[in-house]
C-alpha cells in the first residue's frame, strides 16, 4: 500500500513544533530540552480552551500544525485519532469520584471520558461531517493509526489526517503505564499521486528492529504516538530508507520512505 | 463497494447464549433486561446483564487476561460454532491473513474502578491486580481476541462510543478491500460498569423502567452487556451467503452529547451506506434503529430515518430486548439485523406500546415473520460519531 505524506505535526518537550524537531532529526540542531509549548488550538473558541481536556488540546493542535503547514483546510477531511492509554487524567478523575460517596460522575467529565472526545471537539471545531474513527493499540498505538489511515486513504481515495497523541497518567494509574513524556503527532496522508514523501507500508510477521533516533531522549520511547519520530527522522534526512514500527506483539509494520 | 461475505456470526447478551437463544426469546416476547443488580450498584434502573461472568474467570494460558470484559468476550466467541468458523477460516487464508476488528467504549475500565476502591491509605497504590496491558487498556479485548483464536493480522479496537462496533465493520470492510487481509473477526464487547451506569444518571437519561424506545413516554436508556461477533470472508466457501453490502459513516458536528436535532449526520451516514451499496431507499425493507430510547435521540432518529426512507420503511429498536450495550450496540445490532434477514422475521420493539404520534416512522412492536432482502442497522454516539450498515445476500 502506498500514501503521500503531504505535511506533518509535531508536539512534545523540546520538539514545539515540526520545524524544530525536522532540524533535530536532521542532525542540523541539537535537541534542546524544555517544556513543551502549551497546546492552544486556533479552532476551539478561547472559552473552550478551559473546558476541553488537556488531551483534546494536544491533539487538536497538533492536528492544526500539519494543515497549516500544506494550507489545507479541516472541513470535509477525514480523520483518523489514535491514542494508547486514552484520558488518563479523566479516568482517574472518574474512578475516584466511583470510589468515595455519594459515588457520582460529572456529566461534562463523563461525555469527556470517551475515546473519541478529541475525534468530536474536532468535528465540532472545524464544522465537519466528514467520517473520523478513534482507535486505540498498546505500544504499537502510532502503526496501528498509520496503517487505518493509510488504508482509507488507499480503499477511499481521499486525504486523511492521521492524529496520535498519547499524555502521562496521573499517579496512581501512572505506576501501571509508566509513560514520561507527553508527545503527540499528525501527519496528511494523500492517496497518490500527489507531492510529499512516498510510504510504502506492509504488515510482515516477527518484532520490529531498533530504530529509535540517537538524537532524542531515551525516555521519549515510552510514549507510543513518539514512534511517528522514527518515520519522521527517516523524512528529516530526505533520502530512501526503511522504518519498522512495532505493530502489535505478533507483527510490525514496514514503512518504505522514499522522497 | 464489492458485497463482503458474513460466514458466521455469535451473540452473548442479556437474551442469552447464542443467536437462537436470542431469536426465541424476541420470537416469545421475553425481554432481557432486569431490575438492576449488578455488583453493589444501587441506581433505581433497569440493566441487560449477562448471567454468570462473576464466576466464570479466564483459566489456562490467558489467565492473564481475566476481567468481566473478556470473559464476556470467550463466552461471545463460544456461542454459535463461531470459534470453528474462524478456524477453518485462519486454515483456508493463513492465520496472519484474518484480521481482528472490535468495537468497546469501556474494555476493562470496571477492573479500574474496583481498584480505585482498594488504594493502598499510606501511599494511594492501586492493588497489583490491576494490569494495563491485559485488563485496563482499550487494546486488551482485541488481543484478548486474536491470542484466543491464535490470529495473526492485523489487530485493532475501534473507539467512538456507542458506534464503536458498527464502524469496527466499515473498517475491516476496508482492509480486505486493500488486500491488507482475506478475512476479519469483526465484533463488540462491552460489559456493565459504573462509570457508564453513574454516568447516565448524570445526564439524566437513565430510566427507571424498562427502556422504551419511540414510545411517546419513552424517559431514557437501559445499560446492558454483550458479546457479539461477525466473521467476514473475501470470498464465501460456497453457496449464498449473508454479506455485508455498505456501510456510512459520518461526525455530528453539533456537541459531545446531544444529536443534531434533524438528525443531519445520521441522515447521511445513511445515505452514505445506501450509495455505496448502490441501492436506493426503497430496496431496504428493514431498518434496526439505533433507538436508545431518549427523548431526544427517538426525534433526531425518527427526522433522520422519515428525510431519508419516507414513511413506509419497517423499523424497530431492540435496545428493549437486549439494553444498550453501549460500545458492543453496533455488532449486536447487526447481529440481530443479520438473524432478521437470514431467519424472515422483523424484531420487534419491546417494552414499546405506543408509538410516539410525533413521529413518522412505521414502528414494527411485535415479532412477526417476514422474508426480507436488505436490512440496515444504525448506531450512534457521543462526539456525534454515526454510523449505519447495509446488510444483503451474495
Same mark, same amino acid.
Given at each position: 500500500?502506498?500514501?503521500?505524506?503531504?505535511?506533518?505535526?509535531?508536539?512534545?518537550?523540546?520538539?514545539?513544533?515540526?520545524?524544530?524537531?525536522?532540524?533535530?532529526?536532521?542532525?542540523?540542531?541539537?535537541?534542546?530540552?524544555?517544556?513543551?509549548?502549551?497546546?492552544?488550538?486556533?479552532?476551539?473558541?478561547?472559552?473552550?480552551?478551559?473546558?476541553?481536556?488537556a488531551?483534546?488540546?494536544?491533539?487538536?493542535?497538533?492536528?492544526?500544525?500539519?494543515?497549516?503547514?500544506?494550507?489545507?483546510?479541516?472541513?470535509?477531511?477525514?480523520?483518523?485519532?489514535?491514542?494508547?492509554?486514552?484520558?488518563?487524567?479523566?479516568?482517574?478523575?472518574?474512578c475516584?469520584?466511583?470510589?468515595?460517596?455519594?459515588?457520582?460522575?460529572?456529566?461534562?467529565?463523563?461525555?469527556?471520558?470517551?475515546?473519541?472526545?478529541?475525534?468530536?471537539y474536532?468535528?465540532?471545531?472545524?464544522?465537519?461531517?466528514?467520517?473520523?474513527?478513534?482507535?486505540?493499540?498498546?505500544?504499537?498505538?502510532?502503526?496501528?493509526?498509520?496503517?487505518?489511515?493509510?488504508?482509507?486513504?488507499?480503499?477511499?481515495?481521499?486525504?486523511?489526517?492521521?492524529?496520535?497523541?498519547?499524555?502521562?497518567?496521573?499517579?496512581?494509574?501512572?505506576?501501571?503505564?509508566?509513560?514520561?513524556?507527553?508527545?503527540?503527532?499528525?501527519?496528511?496522508?494523500?492517496?497518490?499521486?500527489?507531492t510529499?514523501?512516498?510510504?510504502?507500508?506492509?504488515?510482515?510477521?516477527?518484532?520490529?528492529?531498533?530504530?529509535?533516533?540517537?538524537?532524542?531522549?531515551?525516555?521519549?520511547?515510552?510514549?507510543?504516538?513518539?514512534?511517528?519520530?522514527?518515520?519522521?527522522?527517516?523524512?528529516?534526512?530526505?533520502?530512501?530508507?526503511r522504518?519498522?514500527?512495532?505493530?502489535?506483539?505478533?507483527?510490525?509494520?514496514?514503512?518504505?520512505?522514499?522522497? | 463497494?464489492?458485497?463482503?461475505?458474513?460466514?458466521?456470526?455469535?451473540?452473548?447478551?442479556?437474551?442469552?447464549?447464542?443467536?437462537?437463544a436470542?431469536?426465541?426469546?424476541?420470537?416469545?416476547?421475553?425481554?432481557?433486561?432486569?431490575?438492576?443488580?449488578?455488583?453493589?450498584?444501587?441506581?433505581?434502573?433497569?440493566?441487560?446483564?449477562?448471567?454468570?461472568?462473576?464466576?466464570?474467570?479466564?483459566?489456562?494460558?490467558l489467565?492473564?487476561f481475566?476481567?468481566?470484559?473478556?470473559?464476556?468476550?470467550?463466552?461471545?466467541?463460544?456461542?454459535?460454532?463461531?470459534?470453528?468458523?474462524?478456524?477453518?477460516?485462519?486454515?483456508?487464508?493463513?492465520?496472519?491473513?484474518?484480521a481482528?476488528?472490535?468495537?468497546?467504549?469501556?474494555?476493562?475500565?470496571?477492573?479500574?474502578?474496583?481498584?480505585?476502591?482498594?488504594?493502598?491509605?499510606?501511599?494511594?497504590?492501586?492493588?497489583?491486580?490491576?494490569?494495563?496491558?491485559?485488563?485496563?487498556?482499550l487494546?486488551?479485548?482485541?488481543?484478548?481476541?486474536?491470542?484466543?483464536?491464535?490470529?495473526?493480522?492485523?489487530?485493532?479496537?475501534?473507539?467512538?462510543a456507542?458506534?464503536?462496533?458498527?464502524k469496527?465493520f466499515?473498517?475491516?470492510?476496508?482492509?480486505?478491500?486493500?488486500?491488507?487481509?482475506?478475512? =476479519?473477526?469483526?465484533?463488540?464487547?462491552?460489559?456493565?460498569?459504573?462509570?457508564?451506569?453513574?454516568?447516565f444518571?448524570?445526564?439524566?437519561?437513565?430510566?427507571?423502567?424498562?427502556?422504551?424506545?419511540?414510545?411517546?413516554?419513552?424517559?431514557?436508556i437501559?445499560?446492558g452487556?454483550?458479546?457479539?461477533?461477525?466473521?467476514?470472508e473475501k470470498?464465501?466457501?460456497?453457496?449464498?451467503?449473508?454479506?455485508?453490502i455498505?456501510?456510512?459513516?459520518?461526525?455530528?458536528?453539533?456537541?459531545?452529547?446531544?444529536?443534531?436535532?434533524?438528525?443531519?449526520? =445520521?441522515?447521511?451516514?445513511?445515505?452514505?451506506?445506501?450509495q455505496?451499496?448502490?441501492?436506493s431507499?426503497?430496496?431496504?425493507d428493514?431498518?434496526?434503529?439505533?433507538?436508545?430510547?431518549?427523548?431526544?435521540?427517538?426525534?433526531?432518529?425518527?427526522?433522520?430515518?422519515?428525510?431519508?426512507?419516507?414513511?413506509?420503511?419497517?423499523?424497530?429498536?431492540?435496545?428493549?430486548?437486549?439494553?444498550?450495550?453501549?460500545?458492543?450496540?453496533?455488532?449486536?445490532?447487526?447481529?440481530?439485523?443479520?438473524?432478521?434477514?437470514?431467519?424472515?422475521?422483523?424484531?420487534?420493539?419491546?417494552?414499546?406500546?405506543?408509538?410516539?404520534?410525533?413521529?413518522?416512522?412505521?414502528l414494527?412492536?411485535?415479532?412477526?415473520?417476514?422474508p426480507?432482502?436488505?436490512?440496515?442497522?444504525?448506531?450512534f454516539?457521543?462526539g456525534?460519531?454515526?454510523?449505519?450498515l447495509l446488510?444483503?445476500?451474495?
Amino acid at each position: 500500500m502506498r500514501v503521500q505524506l503531504a505535511a506533518q505535526g509535531v508536539l512534545g518537550e523540546g520538539l514545539p513544533d515540526w520545524r524544530v524537531a525536522r532540524a533535530v532529526l536532521a542532525g542540523t540542531a541539537p535537541y534542546v530540552p524544555a517544556a513543551a509549548p502549551e497546546p492552544a488550538p486556533a479552532l476551539l473558541p478561547a472559552t473552550e480552551h478551559r473546558r476541553a481536556s488537556a488531551s483534546v488540546r494536544w491533539a487538536l493542535a497538533v492536528g492544526e500544525q500539519a494543515l497549516r503547514a500544506c494550507g489545507r483546510d479541516s472541513a470535509g477531511l477525514a480523520t483518523v485519532f489514535v491514542s494508547c492509554g486514552g484520558d488518563g487524567a479523566i479516568t482517574h478523575q472518574i474512578c475516584e469520584a466511583l470510589a468515595l460517596p455519594p459515588h457520582a460522575v460529572s456529566p461534562t467529565r463523563f461525555h469527556n471520558s470517551v475515546h473519541n472526545a478529541p475525534a468530536g471537539y474536532w468535528s465540532i471545531a472545524a464544522h465537519s461531517h466528514a467520517p473520523s474513527t478513534s482507535l486505540s493499540g498498546y505500544h504499537g498505538a502510532f502503526a496501528i493509526g498509520l496503517l487505518e489511515a493509510a488504508t482509507q486513504a488507499t480503499v477511499q481515495a481521499r486525504s486523511v489526517l492521521l492524529i496520535a497523541y498519547d499524555l502521562p497518567y496521573p499517579p496512581p494509574l501512572h505506576a501501571l503505564w509508566p509513560v514520561a513524556q507527553p508527545f503527540a503527532a499528525s501527519l496528511l496522508l494523500d492517496p497518490p499521486p500527489a507531492t510529499g514523501a512516498a510510504l510504502h507500508l506492509e504488515l510482515r510477521a516477527g518484532a520490529a528492529k531498533e530504530g529509535w533516533p540517537e538524537a532524542l531522549p531515551a525516555e521519549l520511547r515510552s510514549n507510543p504516538a513518539a514512534r511517528a519520530l522514527e518515520l519522521f527522522a527517516a523524512a528529516a534526512r530526505g533520502g530512501a530508507t526503511r522504518v519498522e514500527l512495532p505493530y502489535s506483539g505478533s507483527s510490525h509494520l514496514v514503512v518504505e520512505v522514499r522522497p | 463497494m464489492a458485497p463482503l461475505p458474513i460466514t458466521a456470526i455469535a451473540l452473548a447478551s442479556a437474551l442469552g447464549n447464542g443467536t437462537g437463544a436470542a431469536t426465541q426469546a424476541m420470537r416469545q416476547g421475553q425481554s432481557g433486561l432486569r431490575r438492576n443488580d449488578f455488583l453493589d450498584s444501587s441506581l433505581d434502573t433497569w440493566i441487560g446483564r449477562v448471567p454468570g461472568l462473576e464466576d466464570a474467570p479466564l483459566g489456562g494460558g490467558l489467565a492473564h487476561f481475566d476481567c468481566r470484559s473478556n470473559r464476556l468476550a470467550l463466552l461471545g466467541l463460544r456461542q454459535d460454532g463461531f470459534e470453528a468458523a474462524v478456524a477453518r477460516a485462519a486454515a483456508r487464508h493463513g492465520a496472519q491473513r484474518v484480521a481482528v476488528y472490535i468495537g468497546t467504549s469501556s474494555s476493562g475500565i470496571l477492573e479500574a474502578e474496583l481498584a480505585f476502591r482498594q488504594r493502598d491509605p499510606a501511599t494511594g497504590a492501586l492493588p497489583a491486580t490491576l494490569r494495563f496491558s491485559d485488563t485496563y487498556n482499550l487494546y486488551s479485548v482485541a488481543s484478548f481476541v486474536q491470542q484466543r483464536l491464535g490470529l495473526h493480522g492485523p489487530c485493532c479496537t475501534v473507539s467512538a462510543a456507542c458506534a464503536s462496533s458498527a464502524k469496527a465493520f466499515a473498517a475491516a470492510q476496508r482492509a480486505i478491500a486493500a488486500g491488507l487481509c482475506d478475512a =476479519a473477526v469483526v465484533g463488540g464487547v462491552e460489559t456493565l460498569c459504573f462509570t457508564t451506569l453513574q454516568g447516565f444518571a448524570a445526564l439524566e437519561l437513565l430510566s427507571s423502567r424498562p427502556c422504551r424506545p419511540f414510545d411517546a413516554d419513552r424517559d431514557g436508556i437501559s445499560i446492558g452487556e454483550a458479546a457479539a461477533f461477525a466473521l467476514l470472508e473475501k470470498e464465501a466457501p460456497g453457496g449464498e451467503t449473508l454479506a455485508l453490502i455498505g456501510h456510512g459513516e459520518t461526525a455530528d458536528a453539533f456537541h459531545m452529547s446531544t444529536p443534531h436535532p434533524q438528525g443531519l449526520g =445520521a441522515a447521511q451516514a445513511m445515505r452514505d451506506a445506501l450509495q455505496l451499496a448502490g441501492l436506493s431507499p426503497g430496496d431496504v425493507d428493514y431498518l434496526n434503529l439505533h433507538g436508545t430510547g431518549t427523548r431526544n435521540n427517538d426525534a433526531a432518529e425518527n427526522a433522520a430515518v422519515c428525510a431519508v426512507f419516507g414513511e413506509q420503511l419497517t423499523c424497530s429498536a431492540t435496545k428493549g430486548w437486549t439494553g444498550h450495550t453501549l460500545g458492543a450496540a453496533g455488532a449486536v445490532e447487526a447481529v440481530l439485523t443479520l438473524l432478521a434477514l437470514r431467519d424472515g422475521f422483523l424484531p420487534g420493539t419491546a417494552n414499546t406500546r405506543r408509538t410516539d404520534p410525533q413521529f413518522g416512522i412505521r414502528l414494527a412492536l411485535e415479532t412477526v415473520p417476514q422474508p426480507l432482502r436488505h436490512t440496515m442497522s444504525n448506531s450512534f454516539g457521543f462526539g456525534g460519531s454515526n454510523c449505519s450498515l447495509l446488510f444483503g445476500r451474495v
